[in-house]
């Protein structure tokens, strides 16, 4: 069956640190990959998107992710984060046979300490 | 990208009862999709919502407890009815941009509580 797994549900990083989140996808075929924020009470902010090309993608605040195929992953990173990262986090994908629908993984919840 | 209205952004409503919700995206779009978020969870898809047809709906989410409409390629609504408690949940519409770069756009939710 299709699936989109993200590990950590919880992550706790320090502000200035770096953060990885991660997200493993089971598909036949490469799926477009998405990753979305979503900050208390609001909706979701498109991070970034792959759909093919250059397997290292930037995104905006400062966010990248690297598709790997061999791994099956689109793990997010980010050098350096600010308080205001502090948010939920979601990887999705979307295969051509889906009609156009997005799978989420079940979020990765990050934390930003002093 | 395409900018989504949502409203209401939060309701707090009787048993029993339905509320619509309304997203109304600046410009035109070929697929619209309601999804609901339940307290801690992840988006789980509760249908897509067709222009000018009747919606089409994920398993365990049937037309009589959430009717759809989408009389044209901006406007979409949903209905929650006969609410219960367990229906307490935010609802989001998202619209996937017919431009190939583009991803998909989310409203601001609905934040539901149903007493």
């Given at each position: 069956?299709?699936?989109?797994?993200?590990?950590?549900?919880?992550?706790?990083?320090?502000?200035?640190?770096?953060?990885?989140?991660r997200?493993?996808y089971?598909?036949?075929?490469t799926?477009y990959?998405?990753?979305?924020v979503q900050?208390?009470?609001?909706?979701l902010?498109?991070?970034?998107k792959y759909?093919?090309?250059?397997t290292?993608v930037?995104?905006?605040k400062?966010?990248?992710?690297e598709?790997?195929?061999?791994?099956?992953s689109?793990?997010?990173?980010?050098?350096?984060?600010?308080?205001?990262?502090?948010?939920?986090?979601?990887c999705?994908?979307?295969t051509?046979?889906?009609?156009?629908?997005?799978?989420?993984?079940?979020?990765t919840q990050?934390?930003v300490?002093? | 990208s395409?900018?989504?209205?949502q409203?209401p952004?939060?309701?707090?409503?009787q048993?029993?009862t339905?509320?619509?919700i309304?997203c109304?995206?600046?410009?035109?779009v070929?697929?619209?999709?309601?999804?609901?978020q339940?307290?801690g969870?992840?988006?789980t898809?509760?249908?897509?919502?067709?222009?000018?047809?009747?919606?089409t709906y994920?398993?365990g989410f049937?037309?009589d407890?959430?009717?759809?409409?989408?009389?044209n390629?901006?406007?979409?609504?949903?209905?929650v009815?006969n609410?219960s408690?367990?229906d307490?949940?935010?609802y989001?519409?998202?619209a996937?941009?017919?431009?190939?770069?583009?991803?998909?756009?989310?409203g601001?939710?609905?934040?539901?509580?149903?007493?």
């Amino acid at each position: 069956a299709q699936s989109v797994t993200q590990p950590d549900i919880h992550i706790t990083v320090s502000e200035g640190a770096s953060l990885e989140l991660r997200c493993n996808y089971s598909y036949g075929a490469t799926p477009y990959l998405f990753w979305y924020v979503q900050s208390p009470g609001q909706g979701l902010q498109l991070l970034l998107k792959y759909f093919s090309g250059d397997t290292l993608v930037q995104g905006i605040k400062g966010f990248e992710a690297e598709f790997k195929r061999s791994q099956s992953s689109f793990n997010l990173r980010k050098p350096s984060v600010h308080w205001s990262d502090a948010a939920e986090y979601f990887c999705a994908v979307m295969t051509t046979d889906s009609w156009g629908k997005l799978q989420f993984g079940a979020g990765t919840q990050v934390v930003v300490t002093p | 990208s395409a900018v989504i209205s949502q409203k209401p952004s939060r309701d707090i409503c009787q048993r029993g009862t339905s509320l619509t919700i309304q997203c109304q995206v600046d410009s035109q779009v070929t697929m619209m999709f309601w999804y609901r978020q339940q307290p801690g969870q992840s988006l789980t898809l509760i249908a897509t919502a067709n222009q000018g047809s009747e919606a089409t709906y994920e398993s365990g989410f049937v037309i009589d407890k959430f009717p759809i409409s989408r009389p044209n390629l901006t406007f979409s609504t949903l209905t929650v009815s006969n609410m219960s408690p367990e229906d307490s949940s935010i609802y989001l519409c998202s619209a996937r941009e017919d431009r190939a770069n583009y991803g998909y756009t989310f409203g601001s939710g609905t934040r539901l509580t149903v007493v």
